[in-house]
T-cell receptor, first 114, second 109 residues
């Protein structure tokens, strides 16, 4: 199935634990990104990548790491989970077509840090 | 002030009503997206538009580049249209999306 696949769908962590949220796309998209969604706020960009080997910080990068070793995969790592990182996380990918981006989103990961 | 503002934040209507959700933005854009998010679900792209008007079924999206404004219309609304509708803009020369806060739509039978 074509699209963006995120795993896991749900996760509960204890404060201080680390984990990796997986994101994979099979559309050969150059651009991938991670967002978090919190109540009453729009989606906020955590990190993004414009191609394999290239990553950059978004609006709220602290406490998160990313890497892009392949075009398909863009994992998000929580280094030492904190309750403030309780959120719903979305991965997205897009391609460029004459400079106009079209975004495809994963199903989301609901993370609770206790 | 947010770069992307949506109104209203919440909207409740009766089945069959004509629905309008508005989005205003303050930056130069290459494209504007309307997204739909059902409770507990993922995000689905409804429209991507950079000018004019697009229609898909009962959904219509319009954009006025000069006024930096877009609207999403739903005709003959149905309870299954209940969701959060999100406006997002792609900045000119960049691939990042900037999101509005979303409009929570509830359609009562």
């Amino acid at each position: 199935n074509a699209g963006v696949t995120q795993t896991p769908k749900f996760q509960v962590l204890k404060t201080g634990q680390s984990m990796t949220l997986q994101c994979a796309q099979d559309m050969n998209h150059e651009y991938m990104s991670w967002y978090r969604q919190d109540p009453g706020m729009g989606l906020r960009l955590i990190h993004y990548s414009v191609g394999a080997g290239i990553t950059d910080q978004g609006e709220v990068p602290n406490g998160y790491n990313v890497s892009r070793s392949t075009t398909e995969d863009f994992p998000l790592r929580l280094l030492s989970a904190a309750p403030s990182q309780t959120s719903v996380y979305f991965c997205a990918s897009s391609y460029t077509l004459t400079g106009v981006p079209e975004a495809f989103f994963g199903q989301g990961t609901r993370l609770t840090v206790v | 002030k947010n770069e992307v503002e949506q109104s209203p934040q919440n909207l409740t209507a009766q089945e069959g009503e004509f629905i309008t959700i508005n989005c205003s933005y303050s930056v130069g854009i290459s494209a504007l997206h309307w997204l739909q998010q059902h409770p507990g679900g993922g995000i689905v792209s409804l429209f991507m538009l950079s000018s004019g008007k697009k229609k898909h079924g009962r959904l219509i999206a319009t954009i006025n580049i000069q006024e930096k404004h877009s609207s999403l219309h739903i005709t003959a609304s149905h309870p299954r249209d209940s969701a959060v509708y999100i406006c997002a803009v792609g900045r000119q020369g960049a691939q990042k999306l900037v999101f509005g806060q979303g409009t929570r739509l509830t359609i009562n039978p």
